[in-house]
């Protein structure tokens, strides 16, 4: 990446405040800023941690930059407490995330995952809603073999976690398979261009020394402070907003003519996470702010990353994101600033129209004559659960060569790029391992168009249940559907364990966050493919309040709407809820 | 026939009260074998020995003895060493002054010149002597023993009778002293783990034969029945009674929760009791004594199977009790005896039984192994049994030992103890340990009692503050050195503390983890070096540890460092001593003989101690 930075470029046309910014020293920014200073590029004592023989944990300090590697650490929350009382240290296991840009995976890829998931990750993985795929339950002991596994197969974990431009999304459309190509190109382009280069990664994991100690030309985009907080970037194909491009920190939306990539209008300043009782936090939809041709991704994504990494507060981590960044500064400065950096005005946007943030599912003829099927996943959980043996099935499929597998933003996979003529062999072997995606009873297409984070027992953030709660939840809500004749209609609905947002519920149709064990709160009123925030309804109640309102909302819904209106829209129309127009208004 | 009531006079009455509250715990077991030995003579001494208690008696009450007299003892719970007390105060009481001598620090060049020995010598695990009378036991096995032709000599075996090698040491010891020309003043008593009763006719007996010019014969009649009163039964400074083995103190159980987490291939709990009001106290190092009680389906399962009615009043030491009560209370019903064989065989008449009563040790052993009193009453049948009958094959019910994991200094009137389950299957039943089976049914169940009493481990202590000590426990082996620990932390010791822990699992079985995670932190614990045998191949045991380690090892033992090993007697322990051999010759730069001679060395100064089980 470029190495200009804004201490040394000529000073912006404005005047802003700079008190909280890069541009001060590391005395009077969060902790985390002098750690990120002295991690010798992020390599800590990572290593000396990971022998350690009187626990299976590693420091705080070591675990926050292996975050930087795509680690968390976690601990099994359902045996805190009785192991305390056993004098014994938490049950601690370790979350690994990979970088899979666009979420395309090979089928030598899934198999290496598949093979780690059995033998360290308690014989499953997880699909995540940034189209990559998560270990939970990871020995710390066995960490350093899992990244080896992983390099085996030109996969990383380098930015899945941390203060870097996170696993780079990249819409999956499949029907239109020949623009989708493009797109992932320049997304893989993208994310080789925004990941970290310290070599502390080749050292700690591998072993690798250094040809020459790290210095100061060791990271020539981000330096030793990296960026204020997480960048998440992500690229939409319309018409379908799978990817939820409002809420990245920057998006950049496909344009093509007649199949042909021709730019991208760009979108800054998306973002979810909020804190409960802390309005001055609070998810963020992006703003379009013009056109860029194709050649232009590189330097965009230099200017409009450079501006956050020089401007974004690094004093208030729960203020550091880039949309705070734009709603302090305004929009107007930002998008000079990014213009300023890259040397030309951006062109207006284009017009462009989304229909759905979904998933299609079950199969789809691409143009490119290829055959696609779009398999949901609850929760994004790959194991074998009874008759539905996920795991064993995908590795069948994967073991015969039969697809590429993409991976969706709501957690489920395509089976990609299949030919006509292997159609009928991934049929029977979806069948013979018990996987299906017909929408019967018990998998209404609100289930269809759910997602939950993970939350209890292993992150360690959660309040409450989301990915264990959820599928119960909504067997009573189908029982709502049923009464009020809705069970075929699409509805979005999304559970997070806590106000973080990993599951983007401040963009569906319904949300549920948590706030305490069985306690959550119960937002209405987004739009149906991510263009509006909800708002809260209900605060901190259970499981009777949150059926009462649904049945309610769901019934007027079922007699009064309107040709083709969407729930999320209808609640707002009919009084239900107040139409959450800017995020800064969310908690109001 | 009513025997009056004796009582004292005002002025004894007096003398007694001064006394009573400036007596230790050793004083009084010493007066209680010396009273005895006056009731046994029937005469009054003419002075009270000063203050030596049981290590040296000073007066001579009577005639002056011709012959000098050591009352030597090898103990590891200190059974041995409470009888040999009671013997000199007998002795000495009959006007035979007496020397007390622990074999762990008895020079062996006295022994030629010793005139009557006297042997309380108890047995450890598969027939060996008490770890720290090893070097005793080897002195007088090898060539440089003295011939002993003018020693009069007698030996008092302690054992349990569940073991194949039962009151081996104290065999060894009588053939041996024998063989070295010394003649033998009694016969050779062998105890079961109910010693006193044995114990006191015994004591009764040789005290008559050492006293001169007394006729032997006849002079164990002279001790009255019921024998010496215990020191249990001495009045303390308030009026209570002292607790001991015969008058347990009931705890109070605080807390009892399992350490070994889940998935855990074994259950290790961590007891709390209270010893608050009853003056129990204890130093680091010593064990508590815990009286169980019989599993309850158990003793169903008994009775059921010899149609015996638990409600049926029998005898006991405590009065008259139902059949259901004393065989939870009083009898250990799990593990047969040669006892019950014995009984068994003559009630049932079974010809397997009698080979084996008639047999060799060892099969007989090997069938108990096998065949706990259960098995044996539902193989064979004896039709119209009395409790009577039962009750005769059985043996009291012995309280169990547990190395103390607490100290007082960090837990003022708490004992903790680390406590294995012993659970298995046999002929398809399940079986518990009798101790730690009852641990793990009470739970940590409240208003619940456990009765219990200290047994001191004079073996086993820390050394002075700014000693360095190294630590090797495995499993509940780490017991005491929790204790060490708080104790060491309490009083700001200076001196370095490295832990060698070993167990099967890191995840589940990292026995008081957080605490070992804390104490590093604190700089109390310096090191600490687990091993865990069952997470990785290949298994890695302490000795394992020991020898990566071994560099370190010779340092901190050439800096003055104590080593402990406590645990398993049967594996480990051997296993760390081979080991340890190997870093001295390795590091020390010394032969195979040289470093034995080095371990031998720091046994000899209680540098190399032992608690193995």
Redo the contacts between chains.
């Keep these: 990446m470029s190495t200009t930075k804004t201490t040394q470029a000529a000073a912006p046309a404005v005047e802003v405040d700079r008190s909280r910014d890069l541009s001060q020293p590391l005395e009077k920014l969060a902790p985390e800023e002098s750690l990120k200073f002295h991690s010798d590029y992020l390599a800590g004592t990572i290593a000396t941690d990971l022998v350690d023989e009187i626990t299976r944990a590693v420091d705080e300090n070591n675990n926050k930059l292996m975050k930087f590697h795509g680690i968390y650490q976690q601990d099994d929350r359902d045996l805190r407490d009785e192991r305390r009382q056993q004098k014994l240290e938490p049950y601690f296991t370790f979350m690994l995330r990979g970088r899979l840009p666009g979420g395309v995976c090979t089928p030598e890829q899934w198999l290496k995952i598949d093979e780690l998931g059995r033998l360290h990750g308690n014989d499953q993985f997880r699909l995540t809603t940034r189209q990559t795929f998560q270990f939970h339950y990871l020995d710390r002991n066995a960490l350093r073999e899992v990244m080896i596994g992983l390099r085996d197969v030109g996969l990383d974990g380098k930015a899945a976690c941390g203060d870097v431009a996170r696993t780079v999304m990249s819409g999956v459309h499949p029907g239109l398979s020949k623009l989708h190509k493009q797109v992932y190109e320049q997304a893989r382009i993208a994310s080789d261009h925004v990941i970290h280069k310290t070599s502390a990664y080749e050292e700690v994991w591998f072993g690798e020394k250094p040809a020459t100690p790290r210095g100061d030309d060791e990271e020539p985009f981000y330096g030793k402070q990296y960026m204020p907080r997480k960048f998440k970037i992500g690229f939409a194909v319309p018409p379908s907003n799978d990817i939820d491009i409002y809420s990245q920190d920057l998006g950049f939306v496909a344009i093509a003519s007649r199949g042909k990539l021709k730019g991208f209008n760009v979108v800054i300043g998306g973002g979810m996470g909020r804190t409960d009782r802390a309005p001055e936090t609070y998810p963020r939809l992006g703003d379009v702010i013009g056109f860029i041709e194709v050649d232009q991704l590189v330097p965009t994504l230099d200017a409009v990353m450079g501006v956050q990494r020089d401007y974004g507060d690094r004093v208030t981590r729960s203020h550091a994101r880039f949309k705070y960044t734009i709603d302090d500064k305004g929009l107007p400065f930002i998008k000079g600033e990014i213009e300023r950096r890259l040397g030309f005005a951006l062109a207006p946007a284009k017009r462009f129209r989304f229909d759905s943030n979904g998933d299609q599912l079950g199969w789809t003829t691409g143009d490119d004559g290829l055959e696609h099927f779009t398999l949901f996943i609850e929760s994004g959980r790959i194991i074998d659960r009874g008759e539905r043996r996920l795991l064993t099935g995908l590795r069948a499929i994967a073991q015969a060569g039969l697809c590429v597998f993409r991976l969706t933003p709501n957690q489920s996979v395509i089976l990609s790029d299949v030919a006509p003529e292997d159609r009928p062999k991934v049929d029977a072997l979806l069948a013979e391992h018990g996987i299906d995606n017909v929408p019967t009873k018990g998998r209404s297409a609100l289930r269809l168009n759910s997602m939950a984070c993970v939350a209890m027992p292993t992150c360690g953030l959660a309040m409450a249940e989301a990915e264990r709660y959820l599928p119960d939840l909504i067997t009573k809500i189908e029982g709502l559907l049923e009464t009020h004749g809705l069970t075929e209609e699409p509805i979005t609905i999304r559970m997070t364990g806590c106000p973080n947002g990993c599951a983007r519920p401040y963009i569906a149709e319904i949300a549920l966050t948590g706030r305490a064990p069985g306690k959550y709160n119960l937002y209405l009123g987004a739009g149906f493919h991510g263009q509006r925030l909800n708002k809260m309804v209900r605060e901190n109640v259970g499981e009777d309040v949150i059926l009462e309102v649904l049945d309610e909302t769901l019934g007027a819904y079922a007699k009064d709407r309107q040709d083709g209106e969407r729930f999320g829209d209808f609640v707002i129309r009919a009084g239900f809820v107040a139409e959450v127009t800017e995020g800064r208004f969310f908690n109001d | 026939m009513s025997t009056p009531i004796p009582t004292l006079t005002s002025e004894q009455q007096d003398q007694l009260q001064r006394l009573a509250p400036t007596v230790d715990r050793d004083q009084a077991i010493w007066l209680s074998g010396y009273f005895a030995g006056l009731a046994g003579a029937g005469t009054a001494p003419a002075a009270l020995p000063a203050d030596d208690g049981a290590a040296a008696a000073t007066a001579a009450p009577a005639a002056p003895a011709a012959r000098r007299l050591t009352v030597l003892y090898g103990t590891d719970t200190g059974n041995s060493r409470e009888v040999a007390g009671q013997v000199a105060a007998a002795a000495t009481a009959q006007g035979v002054p007496a020397e007390v001598a622990d074999m762990a620090d008895y020079k062996t060049r006295l022994l030629k010149d010793e005139q009557d020995l006297v042997v309380i010598a108890a047995t450890h695990g598969e027939g060996d002597p008490p770890p720290s009378a090893i070097g005793f036991f080897e002195f007088l096995a090898g060539r440089k023993a003295p011939k002993l032709p003018d020693v009069r000599f007698a030996v008092l075996a302690l054992g349990d009778s569940t073991y194949e090698h039962y009151c081996s040491a104290g065999k060894q010891l009588d053939a041996r002293l024998e063989e070295l020309g010394a003649s033998r003043l009694a016969d050779r008593v062998d105890c079961d783990v109910d010693y006193e009763d044995d114990a006191e006719a015994w004591i009764a007996d040789v005290v008559a034969r050492l006293v001169p010019d007394e006729p032997p014969a006849g002079a164990a009649a002279a001790v009255p029945a019921g024998g010496a009163p215990s020191v249990d039964g001495a009045a303390s400074s308030n009026g209570a009674v002292a607790h001991g083995k015969k008058h347990p103190f009931a705890a109070p159980l605080l807390e009892n929760?399992?350490?070994?987490?889940?998935g855990s291939s074994k259950e290790t709990r961590?007891v709390e009791l209270s010893l608050e009001g009853s003056g129990l106290t204890y130093e680091p190092g010593d064990a508590l004594g815990v009286v169980p009680q019989n599993d309850p389906q158990l003793v169903e399962a008994l009775l059921d199977r010899l149609a015996l009615s638990g409600d049926a009043t029998v005898p006991t030491k405590q009065g008259d009790r139902p059949l259901r009560e004393a065989l939870t209370h009083a009898y250990e019903i799990t593990a047969g005896t040669p006892r019950f064989i014995e009984q068994w065989a003559t009630l049932s008449g079974a010809g397997e039984l009698e080979a084996l009563r008639d047999g060799d040790a060892k099969a007989r052993f090997d069938y108990l192994h096998e065949h706990h009193v259960l098995d044996i009453v539902e193989r064979f049948p004896v039709p119209g049994l009395d409790a009577a009958q039962l009750l005769a094959g059985l043996r009291p019910l012995q309280p169990r030992l547990y190395s103390i994991a607490s100290s007082l200094a960090a837990a003022p009137d708490e004992a903790h103890l680390t406590v294995s389950t012993v659970r298995f299957e046999l002929h398809g039943r399940p079986r518990t340990g009798v101790a730690s089976g009852h641990l793990a049914r009470i739970g940590d169940a409240e208003d619940l009692d456990v009765p219990v009493y200290v047994q001191a481990n004079e073996h086993f202590r820390l050394p002075a503050d700014d000693v360095p000590i190294i630590m090797v426990g495995a499993g509940t082996g780490v017991a005491p050195y929790r204790a060490f620990l708080q104790e060491r932390e309490a009083r700001g010791a200076e001196g370095r503390n490295w832990l060698v822990f070993g167990e099967r699992n890191?995840?589940?079985d990292?026995?008081?983890?957080?605490?070992?995670?804390q104490l590093?932190k604190d700089g109390v614990l310096t090191r600490?070096?687990?091993a865990f045998s069952r997470d990785a191949t290949p298994k890695t045991y302490v000795q394992d540890r020991l020898r990566q380690a071994g560099r370190d090892v010779w340092a901190w033992l050439e800096d003055g460092a104590r080593i402990y090993v406590c645990g398993d007697a049967t594996n480990m322990a051997p296993d760390v001593d081979a080991t340890l051999a190997e870093i001295v010759a390795e590091h020390g730069g010394k032969g195979e003989d040289d470093a034995r001679e080095y371990l031998s060395a720091l046994k000899r100064e209680h540098r190399y101690l032992l608690d193995v089980y």
Excluded: K
Excluded at chain 2, 510 to 517: G, P
């Design positions: 929760v399992v350490l070994t987490g889940r961590h890191f995840r589940s990292f026995l008081y983890q957080v605490e070992w995670q590093l600490l070096d687990p």
